[in-house]
């Protein structure tokens, strides 16, 4: 008798419904997907012309349907409505500058009259998603893997597997192939399974950091090209001149706030520690407090149109981890300046630590939720020593007057993403990289395109080479044109 499938509950994490039951993929059927997937890249022969209009079709439907979709991310990982909407606005963007962009970058380059540099797709691509982002995460793998040319085999986060159909849905619907873009419902195991198999070309995962090692393990025995976003510990610091005007002050503090709570925090570049010059540190706090207690009023229901606070999408899980990690700061000395406190094991208040000093948890551990630790520095010296004082690598920002002063900090910082008054910023031409445990590789831009292929250097030369004395002329071959 064949043992059973198991089926994932997706549930609502407002109203905690089960809004529906997905089967999931055994690893008995996984080996038969990566096969056909390996298959349709021996055979798939539609040309680069074809996949950039099917990527422009993909574009035309997202942004037909962007309401529905936003929707279903309400629904299943607790999203604001606006903030959803807004992801998958950004979906569009991102395929239009594929479309836009990828007939000239993957063209051969010529670097001479005989030789030329072409771009070819790595064959079958493992993409292990995560759930924070559940479209535009996928995207920026799915996207240029098939504008390339490449398989995909697609494991969506156990907490996004709606989103992740839908997303696959739309891509088939704009003409891309099916034998080409396959989803698989799994957990860890299923995804262990998926990465190590000897058949995959490429890996490109997005989750924390003790999975993402586990994958650089398992993909090791076959060296497969690893595209690995893990994570982040992104810091602000507040530099003396913002306090200038009120206007500066409560402009730079919206922003941390944003950058700290959009999504509920939940996003590997939320702002997670912030540094405030010991001139301006208890005026900042105290408008910092005023806009997470806005925040806090728009609590609420994810499909409604103002609310700004969802609910953790890990539910009560996350809620304790983040409850723990607020009291072991305040036992070591961390100030509570707002927060701290669970709803209804959905929700966790907008949190402000102060006085966090560099030992503790709070400082050093991704807390993936709304929850900004502060601490106040003497100089932008200081700033440096304490923004640098991380294990991660992703973005940090600086807010100042002076541009050169912050982009002299900033330019000395080992992160992916420098910016300067301003959070958690990107968009479609600028690649999106981790350095340290944040990660390698890199996603969106130009860079975004090469994620998923490989270079093949050729050299045609129109002669054959003299044979002298019995022996190839080595040195005609190596210099004649």
Known sequence: MASSVASFAVRNPYTLETIASVRGTACSELGRVIEQAARATRAQAAPLASRLAATRRVAELIRNDTQRLGLLATHEMGKPIAQAVAEVRGLAESLDFWADNAASVLAPLHVDSQSRIEREPLGVV????????????PLNVLGPALVLGNAVVFKPSEHALLCGQALVDVLVEAGFDDQLLHCVVGDGELGAALVGDERIDGVAFTGSVAAGQKIVVASAKHVVPLQLELGGKDAAYVHCDVGTSDASVRAAARRVAVGALYNAGQSCSSVERLFVHTALYERFLDELRIVFAEFEAARGDPSDESTQLGPLTRGAEHCNALRDTVDAAVAQGARLVCGGRAHDERFFEPTLLADATSDMGVMRDECFGPLLAAAPVESAAA??????????????????????????????????????????????ALPWTGRRLSGVGGTQGLQGLFCTDKTKSVVARRRIALILGGFLNLHTLATRK
């Open 383 to 428: 700033a440096f020593a304490a923004m640098d004082n991380s294990a991660f690598g992703l973005t940090a920002s600086v807010f100042s007057h002076d541009r050169l002063l912050a982009e002299s900090l900033l330019s000395r910082l080992d992160v992916g993403t420098a910016l300067w008054n301003t959070c958690d910023a990107t968009a479609p």
């Open 126 to 137: 493992a993409c292990v998603s995560a759930w924070n982002y559940p479209y535009s995460v």
